[in-house]
């Protein structure tokens, strides 16, 4: 229960406080009337988190009371939006919107200043207090100033007069204000006749002014193109820019004047009327209105003579508007004004020189031989050297005057007297007309009797075009390079080829030859050459082709070219070895640095992206490969019996960027080579011995050999035989050749030390190695006397057993020397030794008996336990070895 009503508490409590609240916003008889004003002042832009002041420090508030006071801002503001107020400490800070000052207060004016206002409330009850906040932002220079257009345009007349003003309307605007807006503007390039003042209005809004300098002459410039900058107070300064063209218009400052003041013209009494006699020609450098001109005759000019000549006002141009008397020669004098607004009229004299006519001037009577219309001739550029143009027969000829007749005009024509005919001439070609190169020319017939008279006609002649033109292509051979991969539709050229007829004629028509492959398209009309698919180089690298310029005119005439397609190289292709793996057969301890084999690899790719190195994964510091051949080598002599399988991973890299590789695995085989004698196991040496009864039955196994070899194969292979006997009768033991295994072949009848010389031999190519071990046999029932016996077999190792090591396939010497020189001698010796020693035997036999379990002991020690060790020491070499391979 107290629970809840704590919580009803609570509530009626905040109930209170949103009616004060709202009370305090809304009338002024609010319930609490502590409220308190702060100003802080902020740069705009700030980042966020910058602290703008502290509430608690500025009021001097007390932060020791309990409860503790709690800062709250209204949320509904908009102004709140910028900043954040730390609720326990009343510190104000930036949020993360920045301030823009100009879009903040974009409506205010300058001198109303930009801020923000903010209500901040202090709680609990206790505390109550409102804050009226306003943080006044002030402006930075972040803004440029500029102009409201690019090219600002002014006309100033060419009269106008030194230091005349001329406000540039569209002055720049800079967001800015204070000393941070626009301060002042200036000219780039001034030309040494302009320069620029600023006005301030009533406003303070600055409007620049060009002001003239020195005079201007729109005749010489008509246009001066700078740069307007506008400058503001910001340190450092912000600039705008913008064009100014200063346009200088035109006044009527000049008046016309003739190009000649004085014309002689001389005109024969038959002239016909509306014959052209001058025309005369004014000229004024102003525009417009101010250079119209009027031409009019002088008031000095009599009715009369302006009856005979008429002038036209706009060209100048003087033609005869009467006839003339031809009985009598004059001379006439025309003065001509040119009139300009405002001027003064420029005066040309023209005189006119008639010449009496005594008789009538001869007359040429054309007939056109070839097409003729409105006094232009049509010829074929088609037609042979001396094709008839036309006839010229002249009239009115005095017999008592002579007349002349001939050509003016350039050109392969003459005119001529034909078939010695009294006054007919004949024109014609001397040469084949050619359109291409002059397609009409002018002639004229000149006829001049003795008085001076001339009569001259025109005659135009027009070349007429034929098909004589084949297309031209630009080039002959067309080399064209494209990369491998391309999109399909890539453009590949354009075509261009020229046909110097006209119309039709010369319109081209381009054509792929019969042997362009079907990837290729040109456009009949443009020439523009395409490849419709993609292209791969290690398919085909070039493509070779002709392609046709056809025009259009009959018959239709046609030229050829070739095109090379060289498809460029990318490193699409990984390198490829032959094989997917290889396998090498070595013989063993081959040479260092001798070749094992040879990696055959391969990249469809083109040079660089062609080339291939060759890199050992594993195995360098045993092996190393030739790069360039792909020769595989050992650094040094390889032991089969160390090692007889090699594995090795080659990569393959290519020189393209990127690179691309391939891998590969060599697997090197150690064939075997016969290096290794026969190791012999058992017996361990030539001093140990083996005791062997006198009463052993013939057939009796008694020891055995027992040899390895670290070869393999043939080589390893291993064949027992005895090859010297030293004590007892001969023959008495049997060497089986596999196995090694030692039988008795008859019985024995002597005492004493058996010596065999066993040769272990394998059955290597090209030369067997072997190795020698002597089989100490002793013959008795017991053994009595070890020292004895060692001191025989001491003597045996006198003799000099030869082991045999590995061949020197350079210098090899004997085999083997004469092991018993002196043979009947010792047989007799060791005979009579025998015999002493059953005595002593015999003497002894108590003492034997006596001690047989001992020697029974001893002979257990000396054969069988010797025997077993041996083996199983050879089997575990054996096993050693073959782990090994």
């Known amino acids: 229960m107290s629970t809840i009503h704590r919580g009803a508490c609570l509530a009626s409590k905040g109930k209170f406080w949103a009616l004060c609240i709202l009370l305090l916003y809304t009338s002024p008889l609010s319930c609490f009337s502590n409220f308190s004003h702060l100003v802080y002042k902020i740069k705009e832009g700030l980042p966020k988190g910058t602290l703008i002041g502290a509430i608690s420090e500025d009021l001097k508030l007390d932060f020791s009371v309990d409860p503790p006071r709690l800062f709250n801002l209204e949320l509904k503001q908009i102004s709140s939006q910028y900043v954040n107020l730390n609720n326990t400490t009343g510190e104000l800070y930036t949020s993360a919107l920045e ?76 967001p800015d204000v204070g000393i941070n807006g626009v301060q002042t503007y200036w000219l780039v390039n001034d030309y040494g006749v302009f320069t620029l003042d600023v006005e301030e209005n009533e406003g303070g809004e600055l409007t620049p002014f060009l002001i003239v300098t020195e005079t201007l002459d729109r005749e010489k410039q008509a246009e001066y193109l700078t740069d307007i900058i506008a400058e503001d107070g910001g340190s450092p300064p912000l600039l705008g820019t913008a064009t100014l063209r200063i346009i200088i218009t035109d006044v009527n400052d000049n008046c016309p004047k003739f190009t000649e003041s004085q014309v002689n013209v001389t005109l024969f009494g038959n002239a016909t ?112 050297p001396f094709s008839p143009i036309a006839f010229f027969t002249i009239k009115n000829v005095d017999p008592r005057q002579g007349v002349t007749c001939l050509l003016e005009g350039t050109g392969p024509f003459r005119l001529l007297p034909y078939k010695h005919l009294k006054n007919e001439y004949l024109l014609e070609t001397t040469d084949i007309l050619d359109y291409e190169q002059q397609k ?47 999109a399909p539709d890539t453009f590949l050229a354009k075509l261009q080829a020229t046909d110097k007829d006209s119309d039709s004629r010369g319109e081209v028509l381009y054509l792929l030859g019969s042997d362009a492959p079907s990837i290729f398209h040109l456009d009949r009309l443009t020439g523009v050459l395409i490849v419709t698919t993609s292209l791969d180089r290690e398919e085909k690298e070039t493509y070779r082709f002709m392609v046709r310029a056809v025009d259009c005119g009959t018959p239709r005439k046609e030229s050829i070219a070739t095109v090379v397609v060289t498809v460029l190289d990318r490193n699409d292709n990984s390198p490829r070895f032959i094989n997917k793996d290889f396998t090498f057969f070595v013989p063993e301890n081959f040479p260092g640095f001798g070749e094992i084999g040879v ?211 350079l210098a090899r010497g004997p085999e083997y020397t004469e092991l018993f020189p002196c043979q009947p001698v010792l047989i007799a010796l060791s005979t009579t030794c025998l015999g002493l020693f059953f005595i002593v035997v015999s003497l002894t036999a108590y003492i034997c008996c006596k001690k047989q379990k001992k020697h029974k002991k001893k002979r257990l020690e000396v054969e069988i336990p010797l025997k077993m060790k041996t083996d199983m020491q050879a089997m575990d070499r054996k096993l050693m070895e073959l782990s090994n391979i």
């Open 273 to 384: 009327r509306g014959a052209q006699l001058a025309r005369l020609h004014a000229f004024d450098p102003d525009q417009g209105a101010n250079a119209q001109i009027t031409y009019t005759f002088s008031e000095r000019v009599t009715r009369e003579t302006r009856s005979l000549f008429h002038l036209d006002k706009v060209t100048g141009v003087i033609k005869l508007a009467g006839k003339i008397d031809t009985d009598t020669g004059k001379l006439y004098k025309l003065v001509v004004l040119a009139n300009g607004p405002a001027c003064i009229p420029d005066v040309a004299t023209v005189t006119l020189h008639v010449i009496k006519v005594v008789s009538g001037p001869p007359a040429i009577i054309p007939r056109y031989i070839a097409p003729e219309k409105d006094g232009v001739v049509s010829m074929s550029e088609s037609e042979p």
């Open 440 to 486: 009409d020319y002018e002639l004229t017939v000149v006829v001049k009797n003795t008085y001076g008279s001339v009569v001259k006609t025109l005659v135009k002649v027009q070349v007429l075009d034929v098909n004589d033109n084949a297309p031209i292509f630009k080039q002959s051979l067309i080399d064209i390079k494209v990369e491998e991969n391309n």
């Open 99 to 174: 301030i823009d000052r100009e879009a903040l207060c974009s409506d205010s004016h300058e001198g109303q200043g930009c801020a923000i206002f903010l209500d901040v409330i202090i709680l609990p009850q206790q505390y109550f207090q409102l804050v009226k906040i306003k943080i006044i932002i002030e402006d930075v220079n972040d803004n440029r100033p500029y102009f409201p257009v690019d090219e600002i345009r002014v006309s100033v007349p060419e009269n106008a007069p030194v230091n005349a003003r001329f406000a540039v309307e569209q002055s720049a605007v800079d």
């Open 599 to 809: 990696l055959s690899v391969t990249d469809a790719d083109a040079g660089e992206n062609g080339w291939v190195a060759l890199s050992i994964l594993n195995g360098s510091d045993i092996f190393v490969i030739d790069t360039g051949r792909g020769a595989l080598r050992a650094k040094t002599p390889l032991d089969r019996e160390q090692q007889g399988t090699y594995y090795l991973w080659i990569e393959a890299v290519d020189g393209g960027k990127p690179s691309l590789s391939c891998v590969t695995m060599v697997t090197i085989l150690l064939l075997d080579v016969n290096d290794n004698p026969p190791i012999v196991l058992f017996p361990q040496s030539n001093q140990s011995y083996m005791l062997v009864l006198p009463n052993t039955l013939p057939g009796t196994s008694i020891t055995e050999v027992y040899a390895v070899d670290r070869d393999t194969g043939m080589n390893a292979v291993i064949a027992y035989s005895i090859i010297k006997r030293k004590g007892g009768e001969p023959g008495s033991f049997d060497i089986d050749p596999d196995t090694g295994n030692i039988t008795l072949r008859k019985a024995l009848s002597n005492r004493g030390l058996y010596s065999l010389l066993v040769k272990v031999s394998d059955h290597g190519q090209p030369e067997p190695l072997h190795s020698t071990v002597l089989v100490n046999l002793f013959v008795n029932e017991t053994i009595s006397n070890e020292s004895y016996i060692q001191s025989l077999l001491t003597r045996e190792e006198e003799i000099g057993i030869e082991e045999i090591r590995p061949p020197n396939r």
